[in-house]
C-alpha cells in the first residue's frame, strides 16, 4: 500500500489527484488505476477505471444545500462537478452499484451502456439478526426507546426526505403515534434544527426522537428492536440501509424511486416520498398487519442473502481485467 499526499490546505485534493497520482502512477507502472469515488486523475499513464454511485453531483435539485458561496467552497464545487464529467468520460470502464444508477449514467452523460458494469453492494457483517432479548433490552434503555418504535435515518442531505416523513408521521392516527414512537438516527445534524421546528409545528415533540453518535454496531440492535424500518429518500443510487434493514429481520417501507425496487424487491411495502399520504397509509398498514410484517421479514432475509462483498470483488476484478 502506498499513501500519496496533498500538498496545500487549500488544494491538496486536487493537487493530489492531478499532480501526484499520475507522478506516482507512472513511476510504479501501475497497469489499471482505479477510482472508487468521483473524482480521478485526468491525466493518467494506463486505464482507468471509476466508481460512479449515482448521478446525484450532476442534480442540483438534490444537492445538499450548503449555503456558503465562499470562495473555497466555490472551488470545491467547481472541482467536484467539472472534474467527474471528464473522468467519466475518460474512463475506460465505470463501475455503478443498479442498473438504476447505471440508465442514469448512460443517459445523463452519453456513456455507452457496454462501458458501465453494475457490481452490487452488500450490508455489513455487523448486520445481522440477533435473538438475544438481553441486548435488544439494553439497546431501548441506551437510547431511551419504548417497545416499539419505528426507526429512520437522517442526514444533512435534504434528499433524505426526513420533513416529508415528520409529515407522514403526524398523519398517523393518535393512538398509533402514542404506541409507536419515531426514532431518526442522525448521521448530520445539519437539518436537525429544520426537523425540529416541523416537529414541533405538529406537536410531536413526546413521540419523535433524536439519536446521535450511533455507532455500525449500536445501529444494527436499533434495526433488530425496531416494529419497522422507513426508508422515505427521494433518490437512491442504492440504498445500503435498506438491505442492512432486512439483514436484521425489521419490515421495511420504502419509496418508490429510482434503485429502490431494484434493491428491496418484493422484501418491501412502497410509497410515493413525494405524498406524504401514501406514506402514512403504508405505515398504517404495516402497524396493523403482522402477517404482512412476518413475510416481509421472511422475504427481506432471503433477498439480502443474494448480496455478497465476496460478489462485488469478483465482479470488480472483472472489470480490472476487462480495462487492462
Known amino acids: 500500500m502506498r499513501i500519496v499526499s496533498g500538498i496545500t490546505p487549500l488544494f491538496g485534493v486536487p493537487w493530489r489527484e492531478q499532480v501526484e497520482l499520475p507522478r506516482q502512477v507512472r513511476k510504479d507502472q501501475v497497469d489499471v488505476f482505479h477510482s472508487p469515488c468521483l473524482t480521478a486523475p485526468l491525466n493518467l499513464s494506463c486505464p482507468l477505471v471509476i466508481t460512479v454511485h449515482d448521478m446525484i453531483w450532476a442534480s442540483r435539485e438534490f444537492f445538499t444545500g450548503n449555503n456558503s458561496w465562499s470562495i473555497k467552497r466555490r472551488l470545491i464545487d467547481w472541482y467536484d462537478y467539472l472534474v467527474p464529467k471528464n473522468a467519466i468520460q475518460k474512463a475506460k470502464a465505470i463501475i455503478t452499484v443498479s442498473h438504476a444508477s447505471k440508465a442514469g449514467i448512460v443517459a445523463g452523460l452519453g456513456i455507452h451502456p457496454d462501458k458501465v458494469f453494475v457490481t452490487y453492494e452488500a450490508a455489513g457483517f455487523a448486520f445481522r439478526r440477533s435473538g438475544n432479548p438481553e441486548q435488544l433490552g439494553s439497546i431501548r434503555q441506551k437510547y431511551d426507546l419504548p417497545s416499539s418504535y419505528i ?26 403515534r402514542e404506541k409507536h414512537k419515531l426514532a431518526i438516527v442522525w448521521t448530520h445534524p445539519f437539518l436537525a434544527e429544520d426537523v425540529s421546528r416541523l416537529i414541533k409545528e405538529f406537536g ?121
Request: net charge negative; with cysteine.
Open 151 to 176: 426507526l429512520a435515518l437522517g442526514s444533512a442531505d435534504p434528499r433524505k426526505n426526513i420533513k416529508s416523513l415528520i409529515h407522514a408521521y403526524g398523519l398517523l392516527p393518535e393512538r398509533l
Open 204 to 324: 410531536l415533540m413526546q413521540n419523535v426522537g433524536f439519536l446521535l453518535q450511533v455507532s455500525n454496531e449500536d445501529l444494527a440492535l436499533l434495526y433488530n428492536a425496531a416494529t419497522l424500518f422507513v426508508f422515505p429518500s427521494r433518490y437512491e443510487g442504492f440504498g445500503l440501509p435498506l438491505l442492512e434493514a432486512m439483514s436484521c429481520g425489521v419490515p421495511v417501507i420504502a419509496a418508490d424511486n429510482s434503485s429502490i425496487p431494484e434493491i428491496a424487491g418484493d422484501a418491501a411495502l412502497y410509497f410515493d416520498a413525494l405524498d406524504p399520504q401514501t406514506m402514512t397509509e403504508a405505515m398504517v398498514r404495516m402497524l396493523g398487519d403482522d402477517e404482512l410484517k412476518t413475510g416481509l421479514v421472511a422475504k427481506g432475509l432471503a433477498h439480502t442473502s443474494t448480496f455478497s462483498w465476496e460478489r462485488c470483488a469478483r465482479e470488480t476484478v472483472q472489470v480490472y481485467k476487462q480495462a487492462a
